[in-house]
């Protein structure tokens, strides 16, 4: 349970912005990366060791998950990772509590991906109130509607997080340059038609939306669901992207590894994604 007095401390300097940490990728000219792994899977324990593993193995953002019931963006393999770490007793509180537990040690910036459902559930500011002083650095909502998605932005914002929306390639060209406005931090451009999952194949039309976004606003560009590997992630950035979120593919990694050496392996697959991400 998160004790009142973390919530008076002050948020931790120590962790960089999403915003600045683009900057600085841009500025060393190469591709931001940011692997997705489920808070809690297979426990809390395992998943600050990887926290700290991804970010010494090259990370340079972290996308946190947590779980969920019903989990309707996401495919099979993190649906089972949310399953593991539902069963092991993770909730919204306890990730928070690690994630305060890890002040000082982890700088990269953290975001958080949940549902509609535990962020109403919880109430916006209050969520917002906790995961700032968390030191999370932005929130991605899949399911959010994009009306909401404005009504709850000025309010992260406030707190010093990112409200990070999502583009579809099936997104109209005039909805896709308001949520391109709207976001924070970056946008987030999900690279295929459907739920997260592996693909060995990415669309080639990506790189023509990776563009549209590019002019319809002066936000990066990450491109998430469906990167696989390194050769996916080069391919990313030969198309202008600004970063490249693995997920399902580092998952599936971790819950290969034996016991004991889940940290070890998903820093090693980062290893592989940052020399092809440069």
Known sequence: MIAMADFLAPKSNTQATISSRFQRVQAEGRLALMPFLMAGDPDLATTAEVLLSLEQSGADMIELGIPYSDPLADGPVIQAAASRALASGTTPARVLQMLIDLRGKLSIPVILFTYTNPLFNRGMERFCDEA????????????LPLEEAERLSPL????????????APTTPAERMARIAE????????????????ERSVMEERVESLVQ?????GSNPVAVG??????????????WGADGAIVGSALVKRMA??????????????????RNAAG
């Open 132 to 143: 700032a002083e968390a030191g999370v650095a932005g929130l991605v909502v899949p399911d």
């Open 156 to 167: 992260a914002s406030a707190r010093g997080l990112d409200l990070v929306l999502l583009v």
């Open 182 to 197: 709207s976001s924070r931090g970056f946008t987030y451009l999900v690279s295929v038609t459907g739920v997260t999952g």
């Open 212 to 216: 549209q976004l590019k002019l319809s």
């Open 225 to 238: 669901f469906g990167i696989s590997g390194p050769q996916q992630v080069r391919q990313v950035r030969s």
């Open 256 to 273: 290969a590894a034996a016991p004991g050496f889940v940290a070890q392996e998903a820093g090693l697959f980062c290893k592989e994604l």
